[in-house]
């Protein structure tokens, strides 16, 4: 069973539009990063969270990770060109952000 | 943000001969690096943890003889993978985590083809 989802899987939106793409852990987290990556490249760091109803933001992407630390969400505001690509989320499941257990994915397609 | 640089970024093989992959960390120290492989339209797997000064750890399902690992520095890690086969072409990432923050950086990619 996988352990961490992602939801949805992919999505398209309208340059300007607002989007959330999902995380789900089965299990309470130690910490939660975020990752972009465009197609065959390497993963760009973009968040990371660790206590229970921490929020982040970083320009127009915002990163929450609720009170049980099982849920994740990313929240892009006025989507862009520039924010296509793949989203993964990352869990801390050991307390020393070591290993990393990634979701699936989520695909990003921003339509002009 | 941490840089850390991934060499050769694209390595074309004949199957049987072995593939060195080097991962840097370019401007931080690294204790801790982690290969990672991702086949296409999957999520990466780690593959094993690299620890200066000491041997990798290595995942179930990875084998330690095939893809050997090597920490010999701070600020080197390197991926050999061994009498390469066809099955073996993927996408090879490495990640460094920054000792003050926790943070994680990923090396942009090598990929791997095996004929």
């Known amino acids: 069973s996988q352990e961490l989802e992602q939801s949805p899987q992919s999505l398209i939106v309208q340059e300007g539009k607002n989007l959330t793409i999902n995380c789900t852990s089965s299990?309470?987290?130690?910490?939660l990063y975020w990752y972009k990556q465009k197609y065959g490249e390497g993963l760009i760091f973009l968040m990371m969270?660790?206590?229970?109803?921490e929020e982040k933001s970083h320009e127009k992407i915002t990163a929450k990770l609720d009170e049980k630390k099982q849920q994740s969400s990313l929240h892009i505001t006025a989507s862009q060109p520039s924010h296509a690509g793949i989203y993964l989320c990352g869990a801390d499941r050991t307390g020393t952000a070591s290993k990393l257990t990634f979701g699936t994915g989520t695909r990003l397609q921003v339509t002009l | 943000g941490a840089v850390v640089s991934q060499h050769p970024s694209r390595v074309i093989c004949k199957s049987g001969t072995s593939v060195k992959i080097e991962c840097r960390s370019l401007d931080f120290q690294a204790t801790t690096m982690f290969w990672y492989r991702q086949f296409p339209k999957q999520s990466l797997m780690l593959m094993a943890t690299s620890n200066e000064g000491s041997k990798a750890t290595y995942e179930q399902g990875v084998e330690k003889d095939k893809f050997l690992i090597n920490h010999a520095s701070l600020t080197l890690s390197t991926l050999t993978v061994t009498s390469a086969h066809p099955e073996d072409s993927s996408f090879y990432i490495c990640?460094?985590?920054?000792?003050?923050?926790?943070?994680?950086?990923f090396g942009p990619g090598t990929r791997l083809t095996v004929l």
């Open positions: 969270l660790q206590k229970g109803g």
């Open positions: 299990k309470t987290l130690y910490g």
């Open positions: 990640s460094a985590r920054e000792i003050q923050n926790n943070e994680q950086f």
